[in-house]
């Protein structure tokens, strides 16, 4: 039974690390757009929230992607009048994401679905290895 609680925590965690992946590469794809139209707010940068949750058919804690919320930090201002989503002074608002920032936490995020991907194919290995020695 302690194999499969190791596999249910394990899986959830490859759940909530793959939502925030997909997060952080919506992040990364908008990371150059502007406005749709003069004067309205680009893309704003988004953030991830994770929750405990109890599998309580298992009786452990389990952990899950919570909300998803914006990032309220202020948008970069790029001086270029001739751009068409320029204002009257010629700034482009441009998105608050940094790329940086989100390639480190994608970095992050693929090493926390690496370590539960590995807590997956120890468990597989140390049941198989349960099985044989029964089995015998």
């Known amino acids: 039974m302690d194999f499969l609680r ?3 925590v394990a899986a959830s965690g490859l759940r ?3 939502g925030r992946m997909r997060v952080i590469s919506e992040n990364i794809a908008n990371a150059d757009t502007t406005a749709t139209r003069p004067g309205a707010d680009p893309y704003r940068r988004k953030v991830v929230t994770f929750q405990k949750n109890l599998d309580q058919a298992m009786g452990v804690n389990t952990v899950q992607l919570g909300q998803v919320k ?3 930090s202020e948008f ?3 001086y270029e009048p001739s751009h068409p989503m320029a204002d009257a002074r010629g700034f482009v608002k441009k ?3 940094d790329s940086l920032i989100e ?3 994608m970095r992050e995020a693929q090493r926390s679905y ?3 991907l ?3 194919s120890t468990t597989r290995r140390m049941l198989a290895r349960t099985l044989e020695i029964l089995r015998a």
């Open 76 to 78: 970069k201002s790029v």
């Open 95 to 97: 998105p608050n994401v």
């Open 103 to 105: 390639s480190l936490d």
């Open 6 to 8: 190791s596999l249910t």
């Open 114 to 116: 690496e370590a539960n």
């Open 16 to 18: 909530a690390q793959a």
């Open 118 to 120: 590995n807590v997956i």
């Open 70 to 72: 914006r990032d309220r």
